[in-house]
């Protein structure tokens, strides 16, 4: 689920909401979309102690008794934190959240195809139709592994984002599982900083009207409408 989402905001918009001191990711293209095994920005806990806006590869180590290859392109969402595997992850030390503006989910009924692309359709889901900031609650990492064949073993840092029950909106769409969303400045401050027992709390179904449908991304539009050439006054 949620295997694509779409962030069109600005840096200091990130920075500011989640109070960032260090910022390494470079520029932040005005609008770009994230796909699984790419990389992401995330505000994340340091060692040192500093809160830090960086760009990690969007995929936690899979848990072993899942692998069925020496490849491991990354598990992208988890839904149980309570399963051996993703304990490791939950300690402050390990959370983040996710800048997102909207969010897509296939559509459920078949042979809908993007008459644009001819690929399944997607549905895109954001705040409002002017398509806000928000947060996915996460976690990360650092892991030694292989990614992909060609590249070898190589050193990375990870990332992935909790979900949890759909609401009425996104059931009718994707009946298993919605992200876990924050929208306040309390809340993010909340996963990064509180204990676990008390930030698991927040791996709770978003209210039905936190989220709306809206028309997908413009960088999902793969043929935009030509402006008309005006034509000469002389």
């Not at 994340?44 to 180590?61: Q, S, V």
């Not at 292989?146 to 990375?156: A, M």
């Given at each position: 689920m949620c295997n694509l989402y779409n962030i069109t905001t600005t840096q200091e918009?990130?920075?500011q909401w989640t109070r960032t001191l260090r910022d390494v990711i470079g520029n932040l293209e005005p609008s770009v979309d994230i796909y699984p095994n790419q990389a992401g920005p995330v505000v994340r806990n340091t060692p040192d102690g500093t809160r830090e806006l960086?760009?990690?590869l969007w995929g936690l180590p899979t848990p072993?008794?899942?692998m069925k290859a020496r490849t491991d392109y990354g598990t992208t969402n988890v839904r149980n934190p309570q399963y051996s595997h993703w304990q490791q992850?939950?300690?402050v030390e390990h959370r983040c959240v996710v800048p997102v503006t909207s969010f897509a989910e296939p559509s459920p009924t078949p042979n809908d195809k993007d008459p644009e692309t001819g690929i399944q359709r997607n549905y895109w889901f954001a705040r409002d139709e002017s398509r806000p900031l928000f947060f996915f609650a996460g976690f990360w990492t650092s892991w030694h592994g292989v990614r992909k064949v060609k590249d070898g073993p190589g050193d990375f840092e990870l990332y992935a984002f909790m979900t949890t029950r759909p609401n009425a909106l996104?059931?009718?769409i994707h009946e298993k599982a919605m992200p876990v969303i924050l929208t306040t400045s309390e809340e993010t401050e909340a996963w990064l900083?509180?204990?676990w027992s008390e930030a698991?709390?927040?791996q709770r179904t978003a209210l039905d009207d936190a989220l709306v449908?809206?028309?997908?991304p413009a960088t999902q539009i793969k043929f935009p409408q030509r402006v008309p050439a005006q034509g000469s006054l002389f």
């Amino acid at each position: 689920m949620c295997n694509l989402y779409n962030i069109t905001t600005t840096q200091e918009a990130v920075r500011q909401w989640t109070r960032t001191l260090r910022d390494v990711i470079g520029n932040l293209e005005p609008s770009v979309d994230i796909y699984p095994n790419q990389a992401g920005p995330v505000v994340r806990n340091t060692p040192d102690g500093t809160r830090e806006l960086a760009k990690l590869l969007w995929g936690l180590p899979t848990p072993p008794e899942r692998m069925k290859a020496r490849t491991d392109y990354g598990t992208t969402n988890v839904r149980n934190p309570q399963y051996s595997h993703w304990q490791q992850f939950v300690g402050v030390e390990h959370r983040c959240v996710v800048p997102v503006t909207s969010f897509a989910e296939p559509s459920p009924t078949p042979n809908d195809k993007d008459p644009e692309t001819g690929i399944q359709r997607n549905y895109w889901f954001a705040r409002d139709e002017s398509r806000p900031l928000f947060f996915f609650a996460g976690f990360w990492t650092s892991w030694h592994g292989v990614r992909k064949v060609k590249d070898g073993p190589g050193d990375f840092e990870l990332y992935a984002f909790m979900t949890t029950r759909p609401n009425a909106l996104i059931a009718p769409i994707h009946e298993k599982a919605m992200p876990v969303i924050l929208t306040t400045s309390e809340e993010t401050e909340a996963w990064l900083t509180a204990p676990w027992s008390e930030a698991r709390h927040l791996q709770r179904t978003a209210l039905d009207d936190a989220l709306v449908i809206v028309e997908k991304p413009a960088t999902q539009i793969k043929f935009p409408q030509r402006v008309p050439a005006q034509g000469s006054l002389f």
